[in-house]
Nanobody
């Protein structure tokens, strides 16, 4: 069964950190781009980061320098290290095969930044 399972979300104060994980199964992660998409009710979905098969990673401007995406193909796992979080980072984070127009989505993990 092809699936993605995220974990690591939670409630954190402004300036705090979280690390999200996404475990892939049923397919070989090495052959796919994969990204983190954030959804907030009433707003368009936002691609936070995308890791391509060529090893490059892109980020939306608002998270550059604070969020870092990495992947461990041997473990079929991708990570999103989130530092210096602010309220604009609040949302449900989905791991998506193929990034913004991807075909496989995880169930999502909630990130809430609040004092």
């Amino acid at each position: 069964q092809v699936q993605l399972v995220e974990s690591g979300g939670g409630l954190v104060q402004p300036g705090g950190s979280l690390r999200l994980s996404c475990v892939a199964s049923g397919f070989t992660l090495y052959y796919y781009s994969i990204g983190w998409i954030r959804r907030v009710p009433g707003k368009e979905r936002k691609e936070v980061s995308c890791s391509s098969v060529d090893g490059s990673t892109s980020y939306t401007n608002s998270v550059k320098g604070r969020l870092t995406m990495s992947r461990d193909n041997a473990k079929s796992t991708v990570y999103l290290q989130m530092n210096n979080l602010n309220s604009e980072d609040t949302g449900i984070y989905y791991c998506v095969r193929g990034c913004f127009y991807g075909d496989i989505w995880g169930q999502g993990t909630q990130v809430t930044v609040a004092s």
